[in-house]
């Protein structure tokens, strides 16, 4: 068995995939990489089968019709051997030395009597134009170099949230909690992230920043105009996120409480980018989206609503939509989000 699959989505990669993957390959034989191509009509399905052709132990292609990227992520979970999971988009990649700290940490506890049900390790927003480069750490919340539950986390605060880049899953454990991704659909990484949190019982933090999340070009799905324009998806992840979970009856009081606050961030980007837009139509999908919190949890829309994020995000008239819309540019700052 391998130690770690590592599932890379690729849509008309080309111009990027081979930096990726690259970045994956010193971790020889212990690693599984699964390149999906999804439905790419340029060189990347060429491309995928050359280095399946050269690297037959390590690289596995495979060639699917489109079907977006969380159907690609179920792709490569589909064919995963290895004992962890890890996604690396197309246009990111993973800095070598931390690479090397991940793959020896999961080496130890694979081998030893404990179960790892996810690692969590720093990234980095590679940000185009940016002269300072933003790491997202987890020191203040995660203890590292030894197994923690969701009892040891400490406060993590709102723009702290995990992110598919920050976390290594147990491929069992996937599998096990039924994960599978929406087709079709922008912005599934918040579900890849959110739905198997309750099934994981151990937590390990290693303090590298292995991760490397390209963020700038003017086609991603993370900049504001194109989340503005595929804003129904957005809605779509925030509804299944939603109705995943009675977050009242998460046991853990941590857990529930990290859960309450990733689906208040998710909720107030959606908020927030339907007010920027400006249009009727989607001041109306805002109310429409309170609304559909409200009758499916009137406890959660008050929670949500009563939030300072919440009460930002929803003060009325012109002059509060300036003021929302005043405290996301700042937020941008902060994490360096979009």
């Known amino acids: 068995m391998k130690l770690l699959s590592i599932a890379i989505p690729c849509y008309n990669s080309q111009e990027y995939m081979e930096r990726c993957v690259k970045s994956l390959l010193p971790g020889g034989e212990d690693v599984e990489i699964i390149i999906v191509d999804d439905g790419s009509f340029d060189m990347t399905p060429e491309i995928a089968d050359a280095y399946e052709k050269k690297y037959p132990e390590i690289i596995k292609a495979v060639h699917q019709e489109n079907g977006g990227h969380g159907e690609a992520v179920n792709t490569g979970l589909k064919h995963a051997t290895g004992l962890f999971f890890k996604v690396v988009d197309s246009d990111d990649w993973v800095d070598l030395d931390s690479y090397r700290q991940i793959l020896d940490t999961l080496r130890d506890i694979a081998g030893s009597d404990h179960t790892l049900d996810m690692l969590v390790s720093n990234f980095v927003y590679e940000k185009e134009g940016a002269k300072h480069k933003r790491v997202m750490k987890y020191t203040s919340a995660l203890k590292e170099g030894r197994l923690l539950t969701w009892s040891d986390i400490r ?140 009758q499916q949890d009137i406890r959660l829309f008050h929670r949500l609503r009563n939030g300072i994020m919440g009460n930002t995000m929803n003060l009325p008239g012109r002059g509060g939509r300036k003021i929302s819309i005043a405290a996301y540019k700042i937020a941008q700052k902060v994490v360096g989000f979009n």
């Open 155 to 294: 406060h993590m605060h709102k723009g702290q949230y995990l992110l598919m880049h920050s976390v290594i899953y147990r491929t069992k454990l996937l599998k096990e909690c039924g994960l599978v991704l929406p087709k079709h659909t922008f912005y599934v990484d918040n579900l890849y992230v959110y739905m198997p949190l309750p099934f994981v019982k151990t937590i390990y933090y290693l303090n590298v920043d292995f991760y490397r999340y390209f963020i700038g070009r003017s086609d991603q799905s993370v900049n504001e105009d194109v989340m503005i324009s595929r804003i129904d998806q957005q809605i779509k992840v925030n509804k299944m996120m939603i109705e995943a979970y009675d977050l009242w009856k998460i046991p853990n009081k941590k857990l529930r409480k990290y859960m309450f606050n990733y689906l208040e961030i998710i909720t107030v980007i959606s908020t927030v980018l339907l007010i920027r837009s400006g249009t009727k139509e989607n001041l109306e999908k805002k109310r429409e989206l309170w609304r559909y919190i409200k």
